[in-house]
């Protein structure tokens, strides 16, 4: 099976007043179509930067991006039919007040100008997949934190893109919450078929999602080690007393505990 995504030998500097940082070195990764792929590492690593880029929020300063076939130009931005095909979600949702929940979720179909029946009408099926129908014509002060989590989620979702990647979508979020938005996230995958590109620094929800998580380091940030996660059964949070979850999280801390001790000698 071909890459949807292959990034090959990225680089990235941020160049600052007063110094350049050498964000990415040499960060080469392939993310499959329909593979959840979990991406880990100290803060600083360059996670976000890695996202930015594939969404082509940012440019790399050497390396190629290549989605679906189609190289990057690292002069120009990404067409519009590209465009629609990613969808990117944030560590804090940023829901406007002045707009519904509904209208707050449909924001992007208006801004790519998909607003057809069809897209609204999965809008409105979304809603109903994260239990908030009832509130479609509420502001965002009437909702929880958790509630507005969601709504960020399927937001990045709403027009349909084939990869979606979400920086820390439930970092803010109390242990419980953060669980039934795993699933509820599990759910969303397996029924769309999307490419998930999943960032985090909890590693439990990182086994408990992936199929495949990467493991980075910082200064500069590379990519230290790319790790299968298989499971023989379904993936609930039964999986969290399967011997093999604890295993594969050990795995994971110890080497990103051992990158950041690195940093510290
Ligand atoms: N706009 C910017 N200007 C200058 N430096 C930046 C900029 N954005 C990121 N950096 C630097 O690049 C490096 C990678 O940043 P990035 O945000 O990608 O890391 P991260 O792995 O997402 O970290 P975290 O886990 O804290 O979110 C860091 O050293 C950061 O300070
Ligand atoms: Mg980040």
Redesign the pocket.
């Known amino acids: 099976m071909q890459p949807i995504i292959t990034l090959e030998h990225l680089g ?1 500097q ?3 007043k007063r110094q350049t ?1 050498t ?2 070195d040499d960060v080469n990764m392939r993310f499959y179509p329909g593979e959840l792929v979990s991406i880990v ?10 996202i ?1 880029m594939i969404d082509d929020i ?1 440019k790399p300063s050497s390396g190629t991006i290549t989605v679906n076939g189609t190289v990057y130009d690292n002069q120009k931005p990404i067409s519009r039919d590209m465009i629609r095909r990613l969808g990117f979600i944030f560590q804090i949702p940023n829901l406007y007040p002045w707009l519904t929940v509904r209208q707050n979720v449909t924001l992007p179909l208006e801004i790519m100008e998909l607003n057809d029946s069809a897209h609204g009408e999965y809008a409105d099926q979304l809603l109903n997949m994260i239990h908030l129908s009832d509130y479609a014509n509420s502001y965002p002060r009437e909702i929880s934190g958790g509630m507005s989590q969601r709504i960020g989620v399927i937001r990045g979702m709403v027009h349909q893109p084939d990869i979606l990647m979400m ?2 979508p439930f970092g803010a979020l109390d242990d419980e919450t953060r669980e039934q938005l795993n699933l509820e996230l599990l759910n969303i995958w397996r029924e769309t078929g999307m490419t998930i590109i999943f ?1 985090t ?1 909890n590693v439990e929800e990182a086994v408990l999602l992936s199929q495949r998580v990467y493991v ?1 380091a ?2 500069p ?1 590379r990519v230290t080690a790319d790790i299968k996660i298989e499971f023989d059964g379904p993936r609930t949070l039964d999986l969290i007393n399967d011997p093999k979850f604890a295993a594969y999280c050990n795995q994971l801390e110890t080497m990103i505990g051992k990158i950041e001790l690195d940093q510290i000698v």
């Open positions: 990235k941020y160049i600052t940082i964000a990415l590492g100290p803060s600083g690593c360059g996670k976000s930067t890695i930015r940012i920086d820390e960032i620094h980075m910082s200064h940030g």
